[in-house]
């Protein structure tokens, strides 16, 4: 339904005075003072994100301290940011023959966006809760395989959530 | 002559420090009363619950650089902040916060200066404060600035002859231009808000647009001017102008509540208190209570109340409240003439 546009006709004398209506306004205003404010003071008070949330995207780290990256570069080749950069290299420990001997995500380039875990055919990379991200220079936010590198068990949740929609 | 000379300068020393510090502290409820009423907690962090943000913001406004525009004319550049803080201040010489106190045998005015023309010195201050932003715009040679500039004249031009008629019919009811005569007519609960209505609310919207708070802060709409007249000014001066914008509030509401919510009277203070200080005392306080009410309706209209539209704000100046004033004085005439 259009609403019917209030033109100045249709206004009576006190509504025309604004009088009645700036007190309506500021008895607003006066309630709102003493109403729950949403404020969360944030650095006392952290925020616990659901478990569809996506922070920074993470590599899953098997119990034997190895990357479960297979380094297919699908994830470089779909990161719309071009933050992955992926370098292969053979091995033939853990019945796998490639893994990724570099794998940086630039977190300055990241726009968290999840692709890179959508196409991951190994769920080796996924986004994980965290979203302080502070670096003082642009080196320091090339995240290499150190940091990238989070063991299994910490991801489980998030690794049950992905489970749920494939 | 010498006892007068010492009690004025001990009086300007005691009304300046507690205006400028107040003033700084009213920026802080500013921002609270900014917060609370859109849902958020304000500014908290610096002293205990964020009591120290105005010694924060003022380290920050000193340690800024102070910019002066290329072509600009810098002595008026830097005379025009100069000008809006001196007569912002100067401006409340006249006011009396107190009835007389004796004290050590002394009879002492609660006033600075008790001239006998106050309410005119008043008005004459307000129109020169004028020159402060005209002029601070015209100088920083920049188009935002000087449109600014020109705005906040015509406004305080055309609103300050509803204020001045709205005062005429004040000054009928007190039969005397003397701020503290007007006081001492107000006694008991014939406020003249009771007995002025029309003229309150002239009043009241002439002072909103004389202090170039919201509905009327279009000198400053940011929107369209940048910052207005302020636009090219940095550092200390841009504080000197902020400075000046809420002495000029404080210094609107105490007017208000003299000329119209009987200044420091308590209504039949005197039956209850006996011992004269005590009441003199609580005098004060009344009157510091009702600048305080003053200073919250005038915040909290800045953050329920949008702002005009230019031809809006010169409608409701000339077509509005310069007839009211004048119906105002019909009236009072009348009445006075009747009775
Ligand atoms: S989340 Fe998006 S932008 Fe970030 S690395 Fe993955 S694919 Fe690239
Ligand atoms: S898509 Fe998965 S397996 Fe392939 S390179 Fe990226 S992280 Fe490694």
Redesign the pocket.
Known sequence: MIKKQIRKNDLNFFQRTYITEIFKGLSLTFRKIFQKKFTRQYPEEKWNPPISFRGRPV?VQEKNGTE?????????RVCPALA?E?QADETFEYSKERY?KKFEINMLRCIFCGF?EE????E??VMSQEFELVFSSQDEAIFGKDKLLIPKEKLQNRLEFLRQYR | MFEVFIESVLKIIIFFTVLISSSAYLVLLERKICAYVQDRIGPNRVGFKGLLQPLADLLKLVTKEDIVPKNANKFIHHLSPIISVAIAFSTMAVIPVGDTIEIFGKEIKLQIADVNIGILYILSLTSISVYGIALSGWSSNNKYSLLGGLRSSAQMISYEISMGLAIIGVVMTAGSLELDEIVKSQAGFKWNIFLQPIGFIVFLVASFAETNRTPFDLPEAEPELVGGYHTEYSGLKFGLFFLAEYTNMIIASAIIVTLYFGGWQIPFGENFISSSVVLSITQIFSFLIKVGLMLFFFILVRWTVPRFRYDQLMNVGWKIMFPLSLLNILITGIFYFLF
């Open positions: 590599l479960r990256c297979v380094a297919c570069m699908l994830c470089a992955i992926i990724p890179c196409v991951c055919p190994e080796a990379i």
